[in-house]
């Protein structure tokens, strides 16, 4: 199955940088999720959009479902140390394959002093 | 305390000799699944399960299988593996509705196949 696209591919960054990535899809979703994986982990739900154009905050991460329902991007701003991980993104919630997600390949962030 | 629960974390099998990865969750979640992660592929599902008795394929559901008896368990299945199922599997769930498509994960199981 098709795969959604994630970019940047690995970031590195110094601290106190803002990061930015996105993901973009040939396919309408009516969910994109968030997560953030540390090495050896499950990954952790960061931030849930459930609207188009919906732009949601936790903390220093803001996310926004994309109008068209077909991208989303997550900003991370004022980076720190701990904010080193792999980031992924996830489209789902389809009319027609509900339970059926997709997640982008992943974009590594690596945060120096 | 809410959570996914995968076993074992690691395992190491020959090729053709059956295994089973549980699956529990105490959450009451009518949605679970099973993905894979590869390096440079990010995660791929593999089965999924709205409901008790009711299964249907991911995006790559061949050499596996899996059952959905009881509404907490969703095991899966490698009825005989082989060396291109090494990788991390995850078992998640999710409750169902329009606000509830959020995923929780498990905290993965390293499958080898030698």
């Known amino acids: 199955g098709q795969q959604l696209n994630q970019s940047p591919q690995s970031m590195f960054i110094q601290e106190g940088e803002d990061v930015s990535m996105n993901c973009t899809s040939s396919?309408?979703?009516?969910?994109w999720l968030w997560y953030k994986q540390d090495p050896g982990e499950g990954p952790v739900l960061l931030i849930a959009l459930y609207k188009a154009g919906e732009l949601t905050s936790n903390g220093r991460l803001t996310a926004q479902f994309g109008i068209t329902r077909k991208d989303s991007f997550l900003n991370i701003s004022a980076s720190i140390p701990s904010d080193v991980g792999i980031y992924f993104c996830a489209g789902g919630g389809r009319t027609d394959s509900w339970g059926k997600f997709q997640f982008g390949a992943g974009t590594q962030v690596v945060v120096t002093p | 305390e809410a959570q996914v629960t995968q076993n074992p974390r690691y395992l190491i099998t020959v090729t053709g000799k059956k295994l089973t990865v549980t699956c529990s969750q105490n959450?009451?979640?009518?949605?679970m699944s099973w993905y894979r992660q590869d390096p440079g592929l990010g995660l791929r599902q593999i089965y999924y399960s709205m409901n008790v008795e009711v299964t249907d394929k991911g995006d790559v559901p061949e050499g596996y299988k899996v059952s959905r008896k009881e509404k907490r368990n969703f095991p899966l299945i490698l009825e005989s593996p082989s060396p291109n199922q090494t990788s991390l599997y995850f078992c998640?769930?999710?409750?169902?509705?329009?606000?509830?498509?959020?995923?929780?994960f498990g905290e993965g199981s390293w499958l080898t196949v030698v």
């Open positions: 396919s309408i979703f009516n969910t």
């Open positions: 959450m009451n979640h009518e949605y």
């Open positions: 998640a769930s999710s409750p169902l509705g329009d606000s509830g498509n959020t995923i929780y």
